[in-house]
């Protein structure tokens, strides 16, 4: 994987999911706009949410 977020503590992975999902939200805008450079782009920052999701949901079960 080119983005390693298993290294990362939980708050970094709060901020870091907040960071993608304000640019996922932009990006959704610009493509119903009609000015996306890259249309695959958002399939990439939804996966990355996603993964960002399940690690922070681990380290939530971990914690308990």
Same mark, same amino acid.
């Given at each position: 994987?080119?983005? %390693?977020? +298993? %290294?990362? %503590? =939980?708050?970094?992975? @709060?901020? @870091? +999911?907040?960071?993608?999902?304000? +640019?996922?939200?932009?990006? &959704?805008?610009? &493509?119903? !706009? ?5 249309? /695959?782009?958002? #399939?990439? /920052? #939804? #996966? +990355? !949410? =996603? &993964? /960002?999701?399940? /690690? !922070? =949901?681990?380290? =939530? #079960? @971990?914690? @308990?």
């Amino acid at each position: 994987m080119k983005d %390693s977020f +298993k %290294s990362l %503590s =939980a708050v970094e992975l @709060k901020v @870091k +999911k907040e960071e993608l999902s304000k +640019k996922y939200m932009e990006h &959704r805008f610009q &493509r119903v !706009i009609g000015h996306v450079e890259n249309p /695959l782009e958002s #399939r990439i /920052l #939804r #996966r +990355k !949410i =996603a &993964r /960002l999701n399940t /690690l !922070i =949901a681990a380290n =939530a #079960r @971990k914690a @308990k």
